[in-house]
């Protein structure tokens, strides 16, 4: 068997191609900030992004170029105000136009939770007095064949590839995580390909009885890069840094601004560790 | 001059709101100030949710952010997310929903979509997030926002969350489980649905605010209700536990993280 523990460039390189449907998950803990900086690093174009709460690094990729599409159901800096690189790219195009396949938080996880569960569409009570279907035809309706009542219906979220941030891996490839999880477990079994960055890769796990576990055959690589969800947090090893989710609104607000932070950290970096330390240099 | 400010008046309003043992589904914002005061004076049992599937939290400082460190360390327990929508929302296991909006209307519905057309956005805001279906299936909505008469509109430029629809009953007509958003509350006072037309109407004034104040903060002819009554002003207790809340939180967050290496 093939050793699925590799590095996070070559992770990229290998899994993600330009037009992929990239779901880079993560609910305020645990987002893999540093897959998303190696994927600018690696100049894709042309991704369809997926996440129910493109945050900080969404704002990193559509201001980069990396995107032409966005499924979402709330983009925002939580707590703080805009994401103005998304807000630039959907009024003024900048860099690119930037297609949206709106949703809501309930819809986009009943979404994964069909795409996990290789059913072609999610039923909900949702949508419910709502302006949505009306600009987002994916949002449909269907009637219970038991009851009649008229339900919503979405499709199926499949990506291409999902990433994920977790606490640790062990050699097979197994990937255990914990504290806030998100819609994360949905989306890696949605996922045709799965690609995982850890804190540590150990030598066995715990026991983990009802803690969530991504199975080793449905993970495709695994990469260790310690504080790579930096500055969201990591539970047990590092805390959500909101003094730079505070300050990215000022470095996103501009063009120019937003262009000489990401050279001078993200293009200029080789590496995560190397980001990390660029901003050491700085505080 | 009072000795407190409309923001603090607002929350301790909506603090009051909220009784011991309810099962609340919390905002980040005012809404998360309201809810931990209500938890820290009158309500000590109150069940706080947050969308990040963290249940039955305590936080000891507020989050910045809906998914804070802090508000999973303080939960009974985290759930995923899929599940806080469809278990505990979808099947109508919440009490109390709060909810922000940039625009409200006579009849509760909420915009956090966007201004301008949705093709050609004047402001792009940032979306649903959990509040369509917090509107639809929350046994009742509270929500918060400031008033001026571009945040209490006669048309809304989007409708994100509905609240009574059309007014007269348009809402009970409809699958959504909860019965809409019952209180809304500005900086000026509380607004409530009349009960036949559904239509929001001055129902409450903080002490010192009048009538024309409020007419002149809201986008629509404003109705008044029957009776309009003057909200208590702030206790001692309830200003020295927010002020103290508040306090924390700024040392908590003012705290340099140290970067992971």
């Known amino acids: 068997m093939t050793s699925k523990i590799t ?26 900030f540093a897959a998303g900086h190696e994927i600018i690093r690696q100049g894709r174009r042309n991704l369809h992004l997926v996440r129910m709460t493109p945050d900080l690094i969404y704002d990193q990729m559509i201001g980069m170029g990396c995107a032409s599409k ?113 819609a994360q477990r949905e989306a890696a079994f949605a996922a045709r390909t799965l690609v995982v960055t850890v804190e540590e890769i150990v030598d066995e796990l715990p026991s983990a009885m009802n803690g969530i576990v991504l199975p080793h055959w449905i993970v495709s690589a695994v990469a260790q890069c310690r504080g790579g969800a930096y500055p969201s947090y990591v539970h047990g090893h590092y805390a959500r840094d909101n003094g730079f989710y505070q300050r990215w609104d000022t470095i996103a607000r501009e063009r120019d601004g937003f262009l000489a932070w990401m050279q001078q950290h993200v293009l200029a970096s080789r590496d995560h560790a190397t980001f990390l330390a660029s901003l050491r240099e700085v505080a | 001059m009072n000795d407190w400010t409309r923001d603090e008046m607002m929350t301790v309003a909506a603090a009051r709101q909220l009784w011991d043992g309810c099962v609340c589904f919390v905002g980040i914002g005012l809404p998360s100030a309201a809810c931990n005061l209500a938890r820290l004076t009158h309500a000590p049992d109150v069940v706080l949710i947050y969308e990040s599937g963290t249940l039955e939290t305590r936080p000891d400082v507020l989050p910045l952010s809906i998914g804070d460190g802090e508000l999973a360390d303080t939960a009974a327990c985290v759930i995923p997310l899929p599940e806080v929508f469809s278990y505990l929302l979808q099947a109508g296991r919440v009490d109390v929903g709060f909810l922000g909006a940039a625009q409200v209307d006579r009849y509760g519905n909420l915009n956090s979509t966007v201004i301008g057309p949705y093709d050609a956005p004047k402001t ?138």
């Open chain 1, 7 to 32: 590095t996070l460039r070559d992770a990229i390189a290998a899994h993600v191609r330009d037009g992929a449907c990239v779901a880079l998950e993560g609910f305020t803990h645990l987002i893999p």
């Open chain 1, 70 to 182: 966005l499924t979402f159901s709330w983009g925002g800096n939580p707590g703080v105000g805009s994401l103005h690189r998304l807000r630039d790219a959907v009024e003024h195009q900048w860099p690119a136009p930037l297609a949206l396949d709106e949703h809501t938080h309930a819809g986009v996880a009943a979404a994964y939770s069909a795409g996990a569960a290789g059913l072609p569409f999610a039923t909900l009570r949702g949508y419910l007095g709502t302006d949505l279907p009306s600009v987002n035809p994916r949002i449909r309706s269907v009637d219970c064949p038991f009851t009649g009542e008229r339900l919503a219906a979405v499709p199926a979220l499949n990506p291409d590839v999902t990433i994920l941030h977790a606490q640790r891996a062990d050699r097979r490839g197994n990937v255990a995580m914990y504290g806030i999880v998100g």
């Open chain 2, 124 to 261: 792009r805001l940032p979306g649903a997030g959990g509040a369509t279906e917090i509107a639809a299936h929350a046994r009742q909505t509270f929500v918060m926002l400031k008033a001026t008469p571009r945040s209490l509109v006669a048309q809304l430029d989007f409708r994100t969350s509905g609240g009574f629809l059309e007014g007269n009953g348009a809402r009970a007509r409809t699958s959504m489980r909860g019965t809409g958003p019952q209180s809304v509350i500005t900086d000026f006072g509380v607004l409530k649905p009349h009960p036949a037309s559904d239509e929001l109407q001055l129902s409450a004034l903080f002490d010192g605010t009048t009538v024309d104040e409020a007419r002149a903060a809201t986008g629509w002819p404003l109705k008044v209700a029957a009776t309009v009554e003057t909200i208590a002003p702030p206790t001692k207790i309830e200003l020295e536990t927010l002020r103290a809340l508040h306090a924390r939180t700024r040392e908590a967050h003012r705290r340099p993280v140290r970067l992971p290496a």
